[in-house]
């Protein structure tokens, strides 16, 4: 069961923030019962890109296995 400050992986889209499968984030709050979580996007740069709730299915934790990938991403002003 992840925790809060875990890094995370979307495992599908979420398109309404711009995020795509493949994003990485850190969970910085757990609903109770573990049901979603809030993650937190940053740019490379830390910037906050999105502040979203994930369920548990779109997302997998971080391997040691992953790489740090880059792309670019519109951010609402």
Do not use: N
Not at 10 to 31: N, P, Q, R, S
Not at 54 to 68: G, K, N
């Amino acid at each position: 069961m992840p925790k809060e400050l875990d890094r995370i992986v979307l495992t599908a889209d979420i398109e309404e923030e711009g995020l795509k499968a493949g994003d990485a984030g850190t969970i910085v709050h757990m609903y109770p019962g573990g049901d979603a979580f809030i993650v937190e996007f940053l740019s490379l740069d830390g910037d906050t890109i999105a502040l979203v709730d994930v369920l548990p299915s779109q997302a997998r934790p971080v391997t040691s296995r992953d790489i740090t990938h880059a792309r670019s991403v519109e951010v609402a002003v």
